[in-house]
């Protein structure tokens, strides 16, 4: 759909205007479906990781349909505040928010293996997450210098990191099946490489929506393919579609509230990460959509409704929320900037998140096809992580932050028993991998100057000049 065909060069620019709603409508599905799989797949992770929801019998089906159900709802809720507004909150630009990938390195750990129960200290950590979120936008300003890519970047790549794991386990089986014959199989395999195969042929041989779409429909091929091998039953499809209600409304406090110090300070801590995407994400949308820098009124809003957001949705059982980088590349590939186009979106993921049936078929998805969808989705990750570092200045000083920080992060994800001993809120944070690497390159780009990065450049300019 192009540009010109839904207003003039003038109206495109402007936020504010509001094509005309039978174009606006699909728009805003378009920028729904460039999510939609990434904003409910960490709520069947998690799920997995305590083990609850999977298998066509089982008795927590309702608990993991519900997670979906909060994810979608929460989404649509959360992007309505950065498009529409409420005082302060909200930045007033095409924003999409959606659950975060970047707490799963903590979330999975605080629950891995305590099923529905540990529930209630996750979404404690996500409330008060939420709010010390909100409150980082009263001086998102002021600590950027904190932030340059050398930190970003290695945090965003930590985070892939930690998840790539996750989509091989899914592939291979999912983690209830390590240990039995058919975990590895080639048949699990199969169905993941047949998601791997066709998101790459649609990402890479199609264009416009099909291409935006690539991963949805990576995912539906392998769903049907599930079907044929019978890795997934038809059986299953209609027992989930039948039991899942209709229609149903969120409920607060579903599974409880408790304070964890391990979750609090995790979600806090990467409340910081969260914030300093979604500056990335304003002035990328600014940029590409309307060809100017983002304001400080914008950048301030925006994290506020990514605070507000989060934390209204963990009283109802969501998840963190934060900007969805697919989208800046959707207005940039569209050049439509009208915040009311993503409003339609947002509509339409509240309407979802109404009707569990849509839960219920989402949840039917064999996690071995998942697993093909996140190999990806996390690779991603990496990928976008390395694309960031890829603008630091690579001296002497920048080479040391990164390679302490990088050994000390991925070595603890790789040997957690390393710190077996600490307490166990402790323990949590530290197997991340995640907080102790952001910590150092945060510390040690603070505290080494940049004047010994001059000079240690200078060095080694001045030796290869005297050896030519």
Same mark, same amino acid.
């Given at each position: 759909?192009?540009?010109?065909?839904?207003?003039?060069?003038? #109206?495109?620019?402007?936020?504010?205007?509001?094509?005309?709603? @039978?174009?606006?409508?699909?728009?805003?599905? #378009?920028? %729904?479906?460039?999510?939609?799989?990434?904003?409910?797949?960490?709520?069947?992770?998690?799920?997995?990781?305590?083990?609850?929801?999977?298998?066509?019998?089982?008795? !927590?089906?309702?608990? $993991?349909? @519900?997670?979906?159900?909060?994810?979608? $709802?929460?989404?649509?809720?959360?992007? $309505?505040? #950065?498009?529409?507004?409420?005082?302060?909150?909200?930045?007033?630009?095409?924003?999409? #928010?959606?659950?975060?990938?970047?707490?799963?390195?903590?979330?999975?750990?605080?629950?891995?293996?305590?099923?529905?129960?540990?529930?209630?200290?996750?979404?404690?950590?996500?409330?008060?997450?939420?709010?010390?979120?909100?409150?980082?936008?009263?001086?998102?300003?002021?600590?950027? +210098?904190?932030?340059?890519?050398?930190?970003?970047?290695?945090?965003?790549?930590?985070?892939?990191?930690?998840?790539?794991?996750?989509?091989?386990?899914?592939?291979? *089986?999912?983690?209830?099946?390590?240990?039995?014959?058919?975990?590895?199989?080639?048949?699990? =395999?199969?169905?993941?490489?047949?998601?791997?195969? %066709?998101?790459?042929?649609?990402?890479?041989?199609?264009?416009?929506?099909?291409?935006?779409?690539?991963?949805?429909?990576?995912?539906?091929?392998?769903?049907?393919?599930?079907?044929?091998?019978?890795?997934?039953? +038809?059986?299953?499809?209609?027992?989930? =579609?039948?039991?899942?209600?209709?229609?149903?409304?969120?409920?607060?406090?579903?599974?409880?509230?408790?304070?964890?110090?391990?979750?609090?300070?995790?979600?806090?801590?990467?409340?910081?990460?969260?914030?300093?995407?979604?500056?990335? !994400?304003?002035?990328?949308?600014?940029?590409?959509?309307?060809?100017?820098?983002?304001?400080?009124?914008?950048?301030?809003?925006?994290?506020?409704?990514? *605070?507000?957001?989060?934390?209204?949705?963990?009283?109802?059982?969501?998840?963190?929320?934060?900007?969805?980088?697919?989208?800046?590349?959707?207005?940039?590939?569209? *050049?439509?900037?009208?915040?009311?186009?993503?409003? &339609?979106?947002?509509?339409?993921?509240?309407? &979802?998140?109404?009707?569990?049936k849509v839960g219920a078929v989402i949840r039917t998805i064999p996690i071995e096809v998942l697993g093909g969808g996140v190999i990806v989705m +996390?690779?991603?990750? %990496?990928?976008?992580?390395?694309?960031?570092?890829?603008?630091?200045? =690579?001296?002497?000083?920048?080479?040391?932050?990164?390679?302490?920080?990088?050994?000390? *992060?991925?070595?603890?994800?790789?040997? /957690?028993?390393?710190?077996?001993?600490?307490?166990? =809120?402790?323990?949590?944070?530290?197997?991340?991998?995640?907080? /102790?690497?952001?910590?150092?390159?945060?510390? $040690?780009?603070?505290?080494?100057?940049?004047?010994?990065? !001059?000079?240690?450049?200078?060095? %080694?300019?001045?030796?290869?000049?005297?050896?030519?």
């Amino acid at each position: 759909m192009a540009g010109h065909e839904i207003g003039t060069p003038q #109206q495109l620019r402007d936020p504010n205007y509001m094509p005309p709603i @039978y174009k606006a409508v699909p728009l805003g599905i #378009q920028h %729904v479906l460039a999510m939609f799989v990434s904003n409910v797949t960490p709520a069947i992770i998690v799920a997995g990781a305590a083990g609850f929801g999977f298998g066509s019998n089982s008795p !927590d089906f309702p608990e $993991l349909l @519900y997670l979906i159900q909060m994810s979608m $709802l929460f989404a649509g809720l959360a992007t $309505l505040l #950065q498009t529409v507004t409420i005082g302060p909150v909200g930045a007033a630009l095409p924003i999409v #928010q959606g659950t975060s990938f970047a707490f799963l390195p903590i979330m999975i750990p605080l629950v891995a293996g305590k099923g529905v129960d540990a529930l209630a200290a996750l979404f404690g950590g996500v409330i008060i997450g939420g709010l010390f979120h909100a409150l980082i936008g009263t001086f998102i300003g002021r600590i950027r +210098f904190a932030l340059p890519p050398l930190v970003t970047g290695l945090v965003v790549t930590m985070i892939g990191l930690a998840l790539v794991r996750v989509g091989i386990q899914y592939a291979a *089986g999912g983690v209830p099946a390590i240990g039995t014959p058919e975990y590895g199989s080639l048949l699990n =395999w199969s169905a993941a490489l047949v998601v791997i195969f %066709v998101t790459l042929g649609f990402k890479f041989f199609t264009r416009g929506m099909l291409a935006i779409s690539a991963v949805l429909l990576g995912l539906l091929a392998g769903y049907v393919y599930a079907l044929l091998v019978g890795i997934l039953s +038809f059986e299953a499809v209609t027992g989930s =579609w039948e039991r899942a209600a209709a229609f149903a409304l969120p409920q607060p406090f579903k599974y409880g509230f408790e304070f964890s110090v391990a979750a609090i300070i995790g979600f806090c801590l990467m409340a910081f990460v969260s914030a300093v995407e979604t500056v990335g !994400d304003v002035s990328g949308i600014t940029k590409g959509g309307a060809g100017r820098e983002a304001t400080d009124r914008e950048i301030t809003g925006a994290t506020y409704a990514d *605070g507000v957001g989060t934390a209204v949705a963990g009283i109802f059982g969501g998840f963190p929320n934060t900007s969805f980088s697919q989208n800046v590349g959707l207005i940039a590939m569209t *050049g439509v900037m009208s915040r009311h186009v993503v409003t &339609c979106g947002a509509i339409f993921l509240i309407l &979802c998140g109404l009707v569990p049936k849509v839960g219920a078929v989402i949840r039917t998805i064999p996690i071995e096809v998942l697993g093909g969808g996140v190999i990806v989705m +996390f690779g991603m990750v %990496v990928a976008a992580g390395v694309s960031m570092l890829s603008d630091v200045n =690579w001296n002497r000083r920048n080479m040391v932050i990164f390679a302490v920080a990088l050994s000390v *992060g991925l070595g603890l994800q790789l040997e /957690p028993d390393a710190v077996a001993y600490l307490p166990d =809120w402790a323990r949590v944070l530290m197997v991340s991998g995640l907080l /102790p690497a952001a910590a150092i390159a945060i510390g $040690l780009n603070l505290l080494l100057p940049e004047e010994l990065a !001059d000079e240690a450049t200078e060095e %080694v300019t001045g030796g290869l000049s005297g050896h030519k």
